[in-house]
């Protein structure tokens, strides 16, 4: 008996450790295209309608979702984790956790009083940062922050959890080297443990990706409007924004229910 449980546990541990390695994988190349596509060209100082298409549906959209979401499929098909571990829920309790990631946003900006703006800023704001809030989401928490949980697991069930959190918080803080000044900068990555650390409580408490990428992304448009010169620039409609914000809703709706919900039907 004993010899068998050695058995499943050495196969689980071997899985975990293969999932770690595709985790890794995946956000070192959405990295590097962050960098190569955004901080490179320093596009949020310098933005362009062709620049940030190009730099959200290819970094953001293609590999920081669609790409995330194919590697998850494999993890469902050899049972290395399962759908509501990954934060993949019913209807009804997404719901649910969404309208308290929205009651916990508003209350998270209250607190923090940013400078008075105008809806419209804040909507831009928004629509903005959500393209890239998908991708980090996808990337930092439910394949690294997973992967290394499901690993630890194998290690003990103690220490599962905060390796999950520690792991998400930290190369979500680190993978801000590829973007634009004031985010690449040692002092601000440090900063950025701290909106890190909440969205991985946040996530491993609700088990809930939608929730957790509109909370997460009170927390960015935060950051972003913060750090910006003239926010002003932003309060005016900006329909090609919205066009590519929901282009990437639609592409992590579309890769949730054909890789992700599909392949655990298929299982």
Same mark, same amino acid.
């Given at each position: 008996?004993?010899?068998?449980?050695?058995?499943?546990?050495?196969?689980?541990?071997?899985?975990?450790?293969?999932?770690?390695?595709?985790?890794?994988? #995946?956000?070192?190349?959405?990295?590097?295209?962050?960098?190569?596509?955004?901080?490179?060209?320093?596009?949020?100082?310098?933005?362009?309608?062709?620049? !940030?298409?190009?730099?959200?549906?290819?970094?953001?959209?293609?590999?920081?979702?669609?790409?995330?979401?194919?590697?998850? !499929?494999?993890?469902?098909?050899?049972?290395? #984790?399962?759908?509501?571990?990954?934060?993949?829920?019913?209807?009804?309790?997404?719901?649910?956790?969404?309208?308290?990631?929205?009651?916990?946003?508003?209350?998270?900006?209250?607190?923090?009083?940013?400078?008075?703006?105008?809806?419209?800023?804040?909507?831009?704001?928004?629509?903005?940062?959500?393209?890239?809030?998908?991708? *980090?989401?996808?990337?930092?928490?439910?394949?690294?922050?997973?992967?290394?949980?499901?690993?630890?697991?194998?290690?003990?069930?103690?220490?599962?959890?905060?390796?999950?959190?520690?792991?998400?918080?930290?190369?979500?803080? #680190?993978?801000?080297?590829?973007?634009?000044?004031?985010?690449?900068?040692?002092?601000?990555?440090?900063?950025?443990?701290?909106?890190?650390?909440?969205?991985?409580?946040?996530?491993?408490?609700?088990? *809930?990706?939608?929730?957790?990428?509109?909370?997460?992304?009170?927390?960015?448009?935060?950051?972003?409007?913060?750090?910006? *010169?003239?926010?002003?620039?932003?309060?005016?409609?900006?329909?090609?924004?919205?066009?590519?914000?929901?282009?990437?809703? #639609?592409?992590?709706?579309?890769?949730?229910?054909?890789?992700?919900?599909?392949?655990?039907?298929?299982?």
């Amino acid at each position: 008996m004993s010899r068998h449980l050695s058995s499943k546990e050495t196969r689980i541990g071997s899985k975990a450790g293969a999932a770690v390695s595709w985790s890794i994988a #995946v956000y070192l190349v959405w990295t590097l295209a962050t960098y190569m596509l955004e901080g490179r060209i320093h596009l949020l100082q310098q933005p362009t309608v062709a620049g !940030r298409y190009t730099y959200v549906m290819i970094a953001n959209v293609l590999i920081g979702t669609i790409g995330a979401f194919w590697v998850i !499929r494999s993890w469902l098909n050899s049972r290395v #984790v399962t759908l509501p571990q990954l934060g993949f829920r019913t209807p009804s309790r997404t719901a649910l956790t969404t309208g308290i990631a929205v009651v916990m946003g508003v209350v998270y900006l209250w607190l923090l009083r940013p400078a008075a703006l105008s809806p419209l800023v804040f909507i831009n704001g928004y629509a903005q940062v959500l393209t890239v809030s998908i991708a *980090e989401v996808a990337v930092c928490w439910v394949l690294v922050g997973a992967s290394f949980e499901a690993l630890a697991k194998s290690k003990g069930k103690f220490l599962s959890l905060p390796a999950g959190i520690v792991a998400a918080t930290i190369l979500f803080s #680190v993978y801000h080297v590829g973007h634009s000044a004031p985010f690449n900068q040692i002092k601000m990555m440090l900063i950025l443990l701290v909106p890190g650390i909440v969205t991985s409580l946040f996530y491993f408490m609700s088990r *809930e990706i939608y929730a957790t990428i509109l909370f997460h992304n009170f927390q960015g448009t935060y950051g972003v409007l913060s750090n910006l *010169e003239n926010p002003e620039i932003l309060n005016r409609p900006l329909y090609p924004l919205y066009f590519l914000a929901i282009l990437a809703v #639609v592409a992590l709706i579309a890769a949730d229910r054909l890789l992700v919900r599909r392949a655990s039907r298929d299982g």
